[in-house]
């Protein structure tokens, strides 16, 4: 029966993708390491920005500006086999997890070597283990289930999910952590709280503590204030692997802040607020860590690849419109036996 | 004696949990001694204790997780409690399993059923007796398939669960539960002859009078299927009229090539549903028709539908509400020229 093979086959041939492994092969001694990465996401974002004035974009983004130390953070430390749902505010979390600058590009400007052939683009990716999905706190459950999956196979997996402080308003959050805690699920929480939920600044939206919100599920929780990538490499390093060793689910906050604008053009926060959050820029941070010769090599380098990322990227086709039959049809299972 | 549909159900559920270790189940209320709200998870929580995911009353959460889970390899089997709940899980559906298969380039697929008792004429009020499919019409990549007592459910079922890569609705009607399956063996079905076509979800199609002569076709699914070939036996008696049942299990994609070829050879047409009209099945399989069909057609064709009102909880308001064999027979009636009536031609 062609159908039942079909879905007998184990998993899709999918690129074995590990964070890890790659971070430890990269060369150089480890603050650069962090800082190539970090100058790679702010300069991936800041030429998209561009882009979009340049009108060789359509749509809408949401840059990572400010909050880099967070991808480099905590995906560094994910390996094959763990996997990643996140939200709008992917791009950072993307290129540290894949490290494809140019088929990000590519999806972004709906070309067909985009990383889903242009059929998501920024907010909607999906990369061996990385998924991102721009409903707000819609993509928990599938964290969850993607965790539970693991288990269930007996895979020593983690699941992790991004989220912000504007999405402790959705209700499916709690229904998640509260099913999490009670079937043991090994998923790790990360609520990036940059002060701001769009133009809504937290304290009209969060009432209460965000990590007792955790707790009353019985999830373990902590945070770390601090746009410091190393020290938020060293929280991280031992709570991934808490979360795998105890299959139990885990919240862990990040106090951070948004340098840019929520997506494009519509930052109406007070100038001076963000002006006195700029000495917490990770950028600098890490820079001061690295000789001034060691970053200037890395960001002559990132400025390379980022334009032939861009170039090649722009120069693909767009996605051919002969794919637009109805997936129900194709997916239909065979007459039975 | 035939299997009733719950019976069907259950048993499948058994039979491919014990056959494949991927299905896991997952609602509310599943555990022995209950066995979940209309029985169909009975004995599957003392035979399958690890797989058998009784949750909190949390529809959007955990539609979710049998989502990641589906991803994650597994096939998850849903229960929604009473169809109704389902809304609740909407965004799940629409915005996350049904686009990912598609929305990721293929990279994954979303193996997932959920099974949801839909349907009235129990007295269970208002947000307990809707018939609610109708509003997923029109999600691209969400399949949706209603049994019904001519097909074999618990194959169908296992179909959706073992052998499609989609996201799948499986529509089941809780007055159908206690009904006995009505097989259809050697091209008959009791009285009636039977077809069905081929396919994972097949169509079938039945007659008093074989497939020679037919006056009219009358479509429905679900819960309306026993009601259609009721009226199509009164028509039969009380007019002597031809009518041919055709009654699909693929919803969406709506499976349309039955229903074209009796309306090709019967020239009128009525389409049945257990929802309110607008927006739903009806129109759907009005506007599907194909051109040599529609070409056939020789008077409008007629929609039957449920009042466009909350269903009550009173009986007789309930009834008045919810189409039932005499509205089938009234709009079949209206839409029949009279004059060509085999009883006043004698």
Known sequence: ???????????????????????????????????????????????????????????????????????????????????????????????????????????????????????????????GGFYTNGIQGGIVPGALGLSLAKKVRGEDAVAVVFIGDGTLGQGVLYECLNMASLWGAPLLVV?????????????????????????????????????????????FEGIVEEVRQSVRPRLEVIHTYRL?????????????????RRADDPLPKQRQRVSEERAAAIEQAVERRLQQAFEAAEAQPQPSVDQLDDPLLRGMPGPQS | MSQTVLESLNQAMHRMMQEDERVHLIGEDLLDPYGGAFKVSR???????????????????????????????????????FGDFVLLAADQLINHGAKYAWMYNEKVD????????????????????????????????????????????????????????RPVLFVENKKMYARRQRPIQGGRCEAMAARISAGPYPSVSLSFGGFETADLTLVAYGGMAELAVEAAERLLIEDERYCEVVVPT?????????????????GHLVVAEESPGAGGFSAEVISALPAAAWAALRAQPQRVSALNLPIANSTALEAATLPDVGDLLEAMRRVLPASSSRSATG
């Open chain 2, 250 to 266: 693929s919803i969406q994609p709506l499976e349309m090539d039955a229903i074209a070829q009796s309306v090709a050879r019967s």
């Open chain 2, 110 to 165: 979303v193996p997932l059923v959920v099974r949801l008792p839909m349907g009235g004429r129990r007295g269970y009020g208002p947000t307990h007796s809707q018939t609610l499919e109708k509003h997923f019409l029109g999600a691209p990549g969400l399949a949706i398939v209603a049994t019904n007592p001519f097909v074999d459910s618990g194959q169908l079922l296992e179909t959706a669960t073992r052998y499609d890569r």
């Open chain 1, 191 to 235: 609520l990036e709280d940059n002060g701001w939920a769009q133009s809504t600044p937290s304290y009209r939206e969060v009432a209460g503590s965000m990590l007792e919100r955790a707790r009353a599920f019985g999830l373990e929780a902590g945070e770390i204030e601090s746009t410091d990538a190393e020290a938020i490499y060293n929280h």
């Open chain 1, 260 to 276: 840019c604008h929520h997506s494009r053009s519509d930052d109406h926060r007070p100038a001076e607020e963000i002006e006195a």
């Open chain 1, 1 to 127: 029966m062609v159908a039942a093979e079909r879905k007998g086959q184990p998993e899709r041939d999918e690129e074995r993708i590990d964070p890890r492994a790659r971070f430890a092969q990269m060369e150089g001694p480890h603050s650069e390491k962090l800082y190539a990465q970090m100058r790679l996401i702010r300069r991936f974002e800041e030429q998209l920005l561009e882009r979009f004035d340049r009108g060789l974009l359509v749509g809408t983004t949401h840059a990572y500006i400010g909050q880099e130390a967070d991808a480099v953070g905590v995906i560094n430390h994910l390996r094959a086999g763990d996997v990643v749902f996140s939200n709008h505010r992917c791009h950072g979390h993307y290129l540290v997890w894949g490290d494809k600058p140019e088929a990000l590009a590519a999806e972004l400007m709906g070309r067909s070597g985009g990383l889903v052939g242009g059929r998501g683009g920024s907010q909607h990716i999906c990369d």
């Open chain 2, 43 to 81: 004995g599957l929580s003392t035979a399958f204790e690890d797989r058998v995911w009784t949750t909190p009353i949390s529809e959007a959460g955990f539609v979710g997780v049998a989502i990641g889970m589906a991803m994650g390899g597994l096939l998850p089997v849903v229960e929604i409690m």
